[in-house]
Nanobody, 128 residues
Framework: QVQLVESGGGLVQAGGSLRLSCAAS????????MAWFRQAPGKEREFVAR????????YYADSVKGRFTISRDNAKNTVYLQMNSLKPEDTAVYYC?????????????????????WGQGTQVTVSS
């Protein structure tokens, strides 16, 4: 059974930083791309960032480009999201997700249906 457990969320002032972690188990982690999505109250879940299975490529939503960095440590089965220069509009529940397909280079990475397992989410609140 695949399990994804996020941590690292919290309350931070605008301009601050947080680092989210997602620990994975139940799948050969190094064969699967990973992504972060977020969902704010009353809004749909939206893509934030993705890292390919081998860490060779990363992708970001325009709204976080230059402020957020996704990375992975395959030895620890963990993916990270470093979030800097946080803004109140970054407030949301952040979810990590694992690719549906092994060693995928999907170009549809911003669609939730490309991922088949999700974590429980971690709340990030940015105060102004």
């Amino acid at each position: 059974q695949v399990q994804l457990v996020e941590s690292g969320g919290g309350l931070v002032q605008a301009g601050g930083s947080l680092r989210l972690s997602c620990a994975a188990s139940g799948r050969t982690f190094s064969n699967y791309g990973m992504a972060w999505f977020r969902q704010a109250p009353g809004k749909e879940r939206e893509f934030v960032a993705r890292v390919t299975w081998n860490g060779g490529s990363t992708y970001y939503a325009d709204s976080v480009k230059g402020r957020f960095t996704i990375s992975r440590d395959n030895a620890k089965n963990t993916v990270y999201l470093q979030m800097n220069s946080l803004k109140p509009e970054d407030t949301a529940v952040y979810y990590c997700a694992v690719d549906r397909n092994v060693r995928s280079y999907t170009t549809r990475y911003y669609f939730p249906d490309q991922y088949d397992y999700w974590g429980q989410g971690t709340q990030v609140t940015v105060s102004s």
